[in-house]
């Protein structure tokens, strides 16, 4: 399962991402961030769901500003008030992010069987219908209905290895290929015998 299908990835992920953003010397032209920028990277990883999401980002919005105001009225801490929000910001970013990951792991790893599975079975019933079109088209009487398509189905994808795939009983393969199945074959009923 790709990780980022993950419930976890897509409840977060793009949360993360741009808070990741922030963190990069790149970031900013390499200059240090402004106020309003800490606070957009604080908001993208604390503010990313859950409950009191109004009082959180309330909380961050005041202790940024107040920060703000201690740097305008001593200019000379400036740099290292927002240096110091900057690494707590990293911080709490970086332990967000690996629980985040190893819920995502824990995740991909518990459904990446499904996942397979669930492809396998795609295939099989593809291969299934490809098997009665054919057998269909070349069916110039206009006799073979879906229950017996279905059996022939089910042994020649029997003979081709994908028993593994196959559902308990052949039921299930007539429900696969009626889909594919031309008009005739979806008549109720055995097919009249031919007088010869």
Same mark, same amino acid.
């Given at each position: 399962?790709?990780?980022?299908?993950?419930?976890?990835?897509?409840?977060?992920?793009?949360?993360?991402?741009?808070?990741?953003?922030?963190?990069?010397?790149?970031?900013?032209?390499?200059?240090?961030?402004?106020?309003?920028?800490?606070?957009?990277?604080?908001?993208?990883?604390?503010?990313?769901?859950?409950?009191?999401?109004?009082?959180?980002?309330?909380?961050?919005?005041?202790?940024?500003?107040?920060?703000?105001?201690?740097?305008?009225?001593?200019?000379?801490?400036?740099?290292?008030?927002?240096?110091?929000?900057?690494?707590?910001?990293?911080?709490?970013?970086?332990?967000?992010?690996?629980?985040?990951?190893?819920?995502?792991? &824990? +995740?991909? /790893?518990?459904?990446?069987?499904?996942?397979? $599975?669930?492809?396998?079975?795609?295939?099989?019933? =593809?291969? @299934? *219908?490809?098997?009665?079109?054919?057998?269909?088209?070349?069916?110039?009487?206009?006799?073979?209905?879906?229950?017996?398509?279905?059996?022939?189905?089910?042994?020649?994808?029997?003979?081709?290895?994908? &028993? +593994?795939? /196959?559902?308990?009983?052949?039921?299930?393969? $007539?429900?696969?290929?009626?889909?594919?199945?031309? =008009?005739? @074959? *979806?008549?109720?009923?055995?097919?009249?015998?031919?007088?010869?």
């Amino acid at each position: 399962m790709q990780k980022r299908l993950t419930r976890a990835h897509k409840a977060i992920g793009s949360f993360l991402d741009s808070a990741f953003e922030y963190t990069s010397p790149d970031f900013n032209g390499g200059s240090e961030l402004s106020f309003d920028q800490l606070l957009s990277m604080y908001s993208a990883h604390i503010l990313n769901g859950g409950n009191d999401i109004e009082a959180r980002a309330k909380l961050i919005k005041s202790g940024i500003r107040n920060f703000e105001l201690i740097a305008e009225s001593h200019p000379e801490l400036t740099t290292i008030i927002k240096d110091a929000l900057h690494n707590i910001g990293t911080a709490v970013l970086l332990a967000t992010s690996d629980k985040i990951h190893r819920e995502i792991e &824990s +995740e991909a /790893l518990r459904f990446g069987g499904l996942s397979e $599975k669930n492809s396998a079975k795609k295939s099989t019933i =593809d291969r @299934a *219908k490809l098997i009665a079109t054919e057998n269909w088209a070349t069916d110039d009487s206009k006799e073979i209905r879906t229950s017996a398509m279905a059996d022939k189905v089910w042994n020649q994808l029997i003979d081709e290895g994908l &028993s +593994e795939q /196959l559902p308990e009983n052949v039921e299930r393969v $007539k429900v696969w290929i009626r889909g594919v199945a031309p =008009d005739y @074959a *979806k008549a109720k009923g055995r097919s009249k015998k031919r007088s010869t």
